[in-house]
């Protein structure tokens, strides 16, 4: 049988439950230590009654993902592929440095973006996933590193694995809440990081929903040709709409935006593609991540030469528009941006 996660709960939902069922309020700050604070992963052990206890487990499940294949790349990055409850895939990768512990967490199983440039599209969409689902990928993470004794702990999450985080806000919304609550992961806004490729509305609503992240969009490209002909979401927002949604994000936030532009050879790396990404940044308070783009299917997109990513970028900083290049991490286990597609690779461990 399928039970709601109950790391799904919002404080008051697990306040509500137990008020309904004839419990002491208090014993929602009790639970909620156990999974966010302790990270337990069972009910075993619990402070609570055993009559509380019996009927939590009657009712919602504490764990949700299981463990099928942990890959680790030969720079530091590790790759787990998951299985939910019902046996939909799940991928999540972590990305250390000396100072940081970067978790990127899938927030759909597949993805319906369908992106020619992505491999997750290639799956196809299974479901959205659950918020406590997303919170146990990171939980996860943090259990990896007490295994392994390492002095570590997760300083950053990025909503920017499988699937579309715009396209399941409510799940979203509810992770990032949690990350940011002092009694649970006592995470700072500035360090959850939500991407969409561009579902202009939801960049709003997160707005509305006074949702604790910092934005990424995956610009990709900029200008409408070469962005629908890569990412099928222009059809719907183009350019027009989602740099309406970004000045109202500017505007209502007051904070910056990252967008995210992939190098492709002879598409998005050239210099008319520069100057068009010069005329859509300048005026704005963006700054941009470059990424080269990574191994894929599609014979027609290739990465650039590095004389070509250097002319790009000298011809873009030129202009005083702030661009980074971003390194890859991961690609020899499927690990980098685009690449997550539940796919076993050789270095399995």
Known sequence: MYFKDIKSLSHEELRRFLSDNGHKLYRAEQIRVWLFKLMMQAYEGLNVPAELCELLKTNFRIKSLREEIKTESSDG?????Y??????????????TETRASVCVSTQSGCAMDCVFCRTGSMGFNRSLEAGEILEQIINVHKYFSKEKQERTVTNVIFMGMGEPLMNLE???????????????????????????????GIAELLDRNTPCHLAVSLVAADNETRESLMPVNKRWNLTELLKAIDNYLERSGEWVTLEYILIKN????KTAAENLIRLVKPRRCKV?????????????????????????????????????????????LAACGQLASIPCKAAI
């Open 77 to 81: 990055t590790v790759k787990w592929l």
């Open 83 to 96: 299985k939910t409850a019902d046996d939909f895939p799940v991928e999540t990768v972590m990305i250390p």
């Open 171 to 201: 799940a979203v919304h509810r992770a990032c809440v949690c990350l940011h609550d002092q009694k649970a992961f006592a995470m700072g806004k500035g360090r959850l990081t939500v991407s969409t490729s561009g579902i202009a509305p």
């Open 267 to 270: 598409k998005t790396c050239t």
């Open 289 to 333: 991540n470059a990424i080269v783009l990574n191994g894929n299917e599609n014979p027609e997109l290739q990465a650039p030469s590095e004389q070509e990513v250097n002319e790009f970028l000298e011809t873009v900083r030129a202009k005083s528009v702030q661009i980074n290049i971003r390194n890859p991490r991961g690609r020899d286990i």
